[in-house]
């Protein structure tokens, strides 16, 4: 698994904050869904409506690679749409 940074701007689609120190949802980007962690052991949780840059691990990165490009909009989900963000940094 990888590491990516990117800014979140949670639209308010979760009432509550997400749960630390880890919160897995589904990443979606060209119309792929792709499980991932987000990684918030050391920036704490996400508030609705709040932008922070969010460390995340994918299940497959082999497979989500393909996908990953800095200026990428990607959407996060659970039961519905929950927040949007733009890769920003690609790290290992």
């Keep these: 698994?990888?590491?990516?940074?990117?800014?979140?701007?949670?639209?308010?689609?979760?009432?509550?904050?997400?749960?630390?120190?880890?919160?897995?949802?589904l990443w979606i980007i060209d119309d792929?869904?792709?499980s991932v962690a987000l990684i918030l052991r050391?920036?704490?949780?996400?508030?609705?409506?709040?932008?922070?840059k969010v460390p995340i691990l994918f299940l497959d990165w082999?497979?989500?690679r393909q996908?990953?490009?800095i200026g990428k909009?990607?959407?996060?989900r659970e039961?519905?749409?929950?927040?949007e963000g733009v890769i920003e940094e690609l790290r290992s």
């Design 42 to 52: 050391d920036i704490g949780s996400v508030h609705p409506g709040e932008t922070k």
């Design 1 to 25: 698994m990888r590491r990516f940074v990117f800014t979140l701007p949670n639209q308010s689609g979760r009432k509550d904050p997400t749960p630390d120190p880890i919160f897995r949802c």
């Design 79 to 83: 039961e519905h749409t929950i927040g």
């Design 32 to 34: 792929k869904n792709l």
């Design 62 to 64: 082999e497979y989500a």
């Design 73 to 76: 909009v990607f959407l996060l």
């Design 67 to 69: 996908f990953c490009s």
